[in-house]
């Protein structure tokens, strides 16, 4: 049997659910795990769907059939079949811990992602990447260079068919043009220091102010840099026996597991932008399984 997930937007009102449960059971399909959302403010709601298609309905079926049972609830909908992995580009510069946790998780089965190519403009992790019979791709940025620079970075993303950019401490500013073409489709990770200490060494500014919390933050990347969608934070607690450097460590670590729930989410559907801010629902049953330890 196929499992498939359905997603949907449209604007609030009564008899979605059941439209869209009558629709797949009238098709011999079986959910599975289902969430939904009805935001009050901005009067849009949000569904969530995983089913199996018990008679062996395929998708072109599903998503024909869709458009006339549910035309005048104004919905956008979106099937997807839950064995295709994403396809990933990964951006790095010269800090390699969200990058090593990413091909780590990927390789286990723990992050089911399908990283097509790795970019830097640095040469530091090519190694790394290569020995996993990933494509690295160096692209040096500079002022002069930018423009030409992103347009290398687009070529990649479009001959690999990419999905998604993942920002793993990509230390370069995006274009605004950039962030537009690819909005909703970029992730990024920092830390949620934001905007106390901005700037060279974060966290040595965090220490000297004895900050009691350090936190990462994951979001979508818009023109407004740092200040996209979140999709996902955390927090360690911090004390005053700890010098600046346990700090960067402990920051690395949160970094590396707020980029990998936040690509998870993604990767899943379980995100949908909402203005300024996202519905994230909660992952399906199994859906973190690794499919080995090593």
Do not use: W
Request: glycine share 6%; with cysteine; hydrophobic share 40%.
């Amino acid at each position: 049997m196929k499992k498939y997930t359905l997603t949907v937007t449209c604007p609030s009102t009564r008899g979605i659910v059941a439209a869209v449960a009558g629709f797949l059971a009238g098709k011999g399909c079986n959910i599975t795990d289902s969430s939904q959302f009805d935001d009050i403010e901005t009067g849009r709601f949000f569904m969530r769907v995983s089913f199996l298609s018990e008679e062996d309905v395929g998708l072109e079926e599903l998503r024909r059939d869709m458009a006339a049972e549910v035309a005048h609830f104004a919905m956008d909908y979106v099937f997807h079949d839950e064995a295709e992995k994403m396809k990933v580009v990964i951006m790095v510069s010269r800090f390699g811990h969200c990058l090593n946790d990413l091909l780590y998780r990927s390789r286990i089965g723990a992050l089911p992602i399908d990283i097509v190519a790795v970019i830097s403009n640095h040469m530091d992790y090519q190694k790394v990447v290569v020995n996993q019979d990933i494509p690295f791709h160096f692209i040096r940025v500079t002022k002069e260079n930018k423009p030409q620079a992103e347009a290398q970075l687009m070529q990649v993303v479009e001959d690999s068919g990419a999905e998604l950019v993942v920002l793993a401490r990509y230390m370069q500013v995006l274009s605004d043009e950039l962030c537009r073409k690819m909005s909703g489709r970029i992730i990024n990770i920092h830390h949620s220091f934001l905007p106390s200490f901005k700037g060279a060494n974060p966290y040595k500014q965090a220490f000297e102010r004895g900050v009691k919390l350090i936190g990462a933050t994951s979001h979508y990347v818009t023109a407004d840099l740092d200040e996209g969608p979140i999709i996902e934070q955390d927090t360690v607690r911090v004390t005053h026996a700890q010098s600046a450097e346990d700090y960067v460590s402990l920051g690395r670590d949160v970094e590396s597991q707020v980029l990998a729930r936040a690509i998870h989410a993604h990767i899943h559907r379980r995100v949908f932008l909402n203005g300024n801010k996202t519905v994230v629902f909660p992952a399906s049953p199994g859906s973190y399984a690794s499919e080995r330890m090593g």
